[in-house]
């Protein structure tokens, strides 16, 4: 390995380091159905930093989750949990009896007996911040770190680009360490965001086809085939709906969704359903879409949610070796500019 350029590395990123307790700060992204204890066990043995998905887990599904994944790894982990989540407190009481050392909340503004209850078990708390105003909130109720992830990422995604987030938030907010996320794919493009004040990056969508992924591998094979402009956004037919964009694989299961929104909309306006409930039953259509996608293999009609850095994705590889390959970018990007006369 480049010496010199692996010095001026972990120089950009000894804060992640120190944060997370890991020689690579790059998270992998908390992904429902694939972030379980085969992923994220994996990527921490690679000297990452492993995420499990809570998503809708009981409190006990959860406990046997950590349990596997401690059982595979004696790196550190986290836990992604749903701040909408009704048992979050009593998920978040699994967390302190597995001696987790830190914990993401996401989909929502965290409550704040939720951030008090982790803080008072010395767990470090991690956020997710839209916007530069929310980052500073978060910070002030003492989030111990946030990750900043733009309208490229798979799943649930914002309104506003990576890129234009790292330059609202990184410049700005020094109190706590920042990971970014969405859209990265390469090195080279981690590289610049840690050179802007990151702390380490998050990525989700390079690990969907890691061997010790347990994903279908129907759902890998169309990660592997699929382009970045593939990867598209849910639309929003009613402001009445409220719904969260969700980026994903464009399939019929996409194309039912939108047809559902409509139909939705149609039974409210004439008077056969009740806005809330038509609006709950909107919210719960993919619920079990990613499942099927995931798990039983139907790519067809199942949720394929995606990221557009999907299109780095080419192959099947261990987690160590994706790892391995960034870091490989990032060294290369560095020791170039040793024999770039623009340099």
């Given amino acids: 390995m480049l010496e010199d350029e692996r010095n001026y590395l972990d120089r950009l990123w000894a804060r992640g380091q120190d944060f ?15 972030s379980d204890c085969h992923l994220v066990s994996a990527i921490s043995n690679a000297h990452g930093f492993g995420v499990i998905a809570c998503g809708a887990m009981t409190p006990d599904l959860l406990r046997n989750e950590i349990q596997a994944t401690q059982k595979r790894t004696q790196k550190p982990f986290g836990i992604n949990l749903i701040t909408l989540h009704p048992m979050l407190l009593e998920l978040i009481d699994v967390c302190i009896a597995g001696s987790i050392g830190h914990v993401i909340l996401a989909g929502g503004l965290p409550p704040k007996e939720a951030i008090e209850k982790l803080k008072h078990a010395g767990i470090k708390t991690i956020c997710f911040a839209p916007a530069l105003a929310l980052a500073k909130r978060l910070v ?22 990576t890129s234009v987030l790292a330059q609202e938030i990184l410049p700005v907010v020094r109190e706590v360490p920042v ?38 591998p129907r759902f890998k094979q169309a990660f592997i085939k699929a382009a970045a402009r593939e990867a598209i956004v ?13 980026r994903a694989l464009a399939n019929n299961g996409t194309r039912h969704f939108i047809e559902f929104q409509r139909e939705m909309i149609e039974r409210v306006d004439r008077g056969e359903e ?18 099927k996608a995931v798990i039983e293999g139907n790519i067809e009609e199942g949720s394929l949610m995606a990221g557009q850095s999907v299109g780095f994705v080419e192959q099947e590889q261990p987690a160590h070796e ?18 770039n006369p623009l340099s």
Avoid: N
């Fill in 140 to 161: 002030k109720q003492g989030v111990d770190a946030l990750i900043v992830e733009g309208h490229e990422a798979g799943g649930h995604i914002g309104p506003v680009s």
């Fill in 274 to 291: 009740k806005l809330k409930e038509a609006q709950l039953k909107v919210e719960h259509y993919w619920a079990g879409a990613l499942r």
């Fill in 322 to 339: 994706i790892i391995d390959e960034l870091l490989g970018q990032a060294l290369q990007a560095i020791a170039q500019r040793k024999i």
């Fill in 179 to 216: 990971f970014v996320a969405g859209g990265i794919g390469r090195g080279e493009m981690m590289l610049s965001f840690l050179e802007m004040g990151a702390s380490g990056c998050q990525l989700g969508t390079r690990f969907v086809c890691a061997k010790e992924s347990h994903a279908h």
């Fill in 20 to 34: 997370l307790g890991v020689e690579v700060p790059i998270l992998g992204g908390a992904m429902t159905w694939v």
């Fill in 234 to 246: 849910s639309p929003q037919l009613d402001p009445r709906f409220p719904v969260i964009p969700v």
